[in-house]
């Protein structure tokens, strides 16, 4: 994998990014020191910003699209699915090359959340403040694409999961040595760039997949169940997990998917519909996690991230909703041990997954859909917003005193997630919207 030549002032920008200010809202910054020994490395460190995703169990490489990716070169490119479809590994490709570009020693790797305008301004700002870009005031966006225009080599910038390519124009190097990789579900960001598409497993990727996960030394049986799934990623994820977690045959998991009512739980929404098998798969998997929760606290982390952000919860927010009682409804409080159990199962039934430094807890937006559109069938949804709600008003207030800290920023940027999400349920309550307009003077801050 090349890598490229290293300006000779690398050394000392590293270090200047080291004396930056890192504390702000919604940053995440971190050094790994690598080994540089037997490698042609010019730099001791690598600057990480935003929550790049950790490997998942059994992932598979997919090492063509990974040769791909650095065939394109310095520049932009858009990592979109060809067919239009959630969950056929887009963001965990990505993901993939961002970690190989951290082993590589490369002086930045930025993950920045390009959902939507607030959280895509947020996560530049972090990159420039990161770089000690932000001081001379200006459009922290625009700054970052200039640096990287002028001194992008072994730089990466990572837009994840791009909902409007409009919003990210004005914020791609025209030129430089960096990389910029798109991730998006939207064909039109496939202008943006190089596009390099993503399809769903190919059959025998799927029963690689399948055959490493599950243990089980059943190919036809494997074959049907892929095909079932359409081979889609995130669906045979969360198969896997049940199948390994509870020793079903494929012939057993297969019937228990098929014979699921998804539609007493689920209402099909207009736009994007869930790719078939998808809900039923994570209904499965919720179940079977739950079925070994006495405590209650898998189903209270779940709901708790579905009505949050879907760039991902910080561990030590969890924590406090343990502490408060709230992930178990109000009865046990949890320790962070306890918590960290939780997330640990959920982890094992691939229902959620970490940033590399283990410190955000990551699920895919598709799971969370699931999760709120059962809460909502339940007629449980405008009560677990109304929790969360109340917590994190609360959260704010105990962090009063610490405006500047990364843990109130986050608070925050939480807080505006849940004013989305609240704008799901069809009908709502007068709890909720007492709750809501007590969160407004935070957000205003």
């Not at 799934?229 to 297969?254: D, F, K, M, N, W």
């Not at 228990?256 to 998808?278: E, F, I, K, S």
Request: proline share 4%; glycine share 10%.
């Amino acid at each position: 994998m090349a890598c490229g030549q290293e300006d000779p002032d690398v050394r000392q920008d590293i270090h200047a990014a080291r004396d930056a200010l890192t504390a702000g809202r919604d940053l995440t910054v971190n050094y790994y020191t690598t080994d540089t020994s037997g490698l042609e490395r010019s730099v001791d460190s690598s600057v990480v910003v935003g929550d790049v995703p950790q490997q998942p169990p059994g992932f598979q490489p997919r090492t063509d699209l990974l040769a791909e990716l650095d065939a394109t070169g310095p520049g932009v490119s858009v990592v979109h699915a060809v067919t239009g479809m959630r969950g056929v590994g887009k963001t965990q490709l990505a993901a993939a090359y961002a970690r190989a570009k951290l082993a590589s020693g490369w002086r930045l790797v930025a993950w920045v959340n390009a959902e939507d305008k607030a959280s895509l301004e947020r996560g530049l700002a972090a990159v420039a403040e990161a770089w000690g870009l932000a001081d001379g005031g200006g459009d922290p966006g625009s700054m970052v694409r200039h640096w990287l225009e002028a001194s992008g080599k072994r730089c990466l910038l990572v837009f994840d999961n791009a909902t409007d390519p409009d919003l990210l124009r004005k914020y791609l190097p025209a030129g430089g040595a960096a990389r910029v990789l798109i991730t998006s579900s939207r064909q039109s960001a496939a202008d943006l760039g190089i596009p390099v598409g993503v399809e769903v497993f190919t059959p025998a990727e799927a029963l690689a997949y399948l055959a490493g996960r599950t243990g089980l030394a059943d190919p036809d049986g494997a074959a049907k169940l892929a095909k079932e799934l359409g081979c889609l990623p995130l669906a045979l994820a969360q198969a896997s997990a049940v199948i390994r977690g509870q020793h079903l045959p494929y012939e057993t998991y297969l019937e228990r998917l098929r014979a699921l009512p998804v539609g007493d739980y689920l209402t099909r929404r207009a736009g994007q519909p869930y790719t078939h098998g998808v809900a039923e798969a994570v209904l499965l998997s919720l179940q079977a996690v739950q079925a070994a929760d006495a405590a209650g606290a898998c189903a209270g982390v779940t709901e708790m991230m579905a009505v949050l952000s879907a760039a991902g919860v910080r561990r030590d927010l969890l924590h406090a909703a343990g502490r408060a009682g709230v992930l178990t409804g109000g009865g046990d409080l949890l320790d962070a041990s306890a918590v960290d159990e939780a997330l640990g199962r959920l982890a094992e039934w691939s229902l959620l997954d970490f940033s590399v430094d283990g410190q955000t807890v990551i699920a895919h937006r598709l799971v969370l859909r699931v999760v709120r559109d059962i809460l909502n069938a339940l007629g449980r949804l405008v009560e677990v917003l109304t929790v969360a709600a109340d917590f994190l008003d609360a959260r704010a207030a105990a962090l009063q005193g610490s405006w500047d800290s990364p843990a109130f920023g986050h608070v925050i940027d939480q807080m505006e997630a849940l004013f989305q999400n609240a704008a799901e349920p069809a009908h709502t309550s007068v709890e909720l919207q007492g709750a809501l307009m007590g969160l407004h003077p935070w957000v205003a801050v």
